[in-house]
């Protein structure tokens, strides 16, 4: 089977519909991941006060995983034997950091209308139409 990972917030929606547009007995699945909170360089200082980087630095060392095993997820989601419409993340504290796993989504992102609403403004915006299957056609 071919993952299709899609990473950004909004598309944890999109990822719902693909299976959809591309037919029930199509060999695409899809797969979506996040990394949870890992220190990356987004931490980076960036003009602000040095002390309120100071504690985010902290709060990253003591909270976040390393760049590295933020990757851990979306290598997860795209190589595991897991079924499609699965959303990985990382197992421990508030999903924050630890071993990648299926996690759960919330009540917007599992929301079919929101994803549909998202897929049909996708390709306004890109002027890309995708193919439609005979289900949805």
């Known amino acids: 089977m071919l993952p299709l990972m899609i990473e ?44 309120v980087h100071r504690v ?3 709060a990253a060392g003591l909270l976040a995983q390393s760049d590295d095993d933020g990757a851990l997820p979306t290598l997860y989601a795209a190589v595991a034997n ?3 419409d699965s959303y990985a993340g990382p197992g421990g504290f508030l ?27 996708s390709e306004e915006l890109t002027g890309v139409a995708s193919p439609r299957s005979p289900q949805t056609a």
């Open 8 to 51: 950004a917030m909004p598309w944890r929606v999109a990822n719902r519909t693909i299976p959809i547009r591309s037919g029930a007995h199509s060999p695409v699945i899809t797969t979506a991941a996040h990394p949870g909170m890992a220190a990356t360089n987004l931490l980076r200082p960036d003009g602000r006060r040095r002390g």
């Open 56 to 58: 985010q630095k902290a």
């Open 82 to 84: 897991i079924p499609g």
């Open 95 to 121: 999903e924050g950091r630890g071993a990648p796993k299926l996690v759960g989504r919330s009540a917007g992102a599992r929301d079919a209308e929101v994803a549909q609403r998202l897929w049909e403004a």
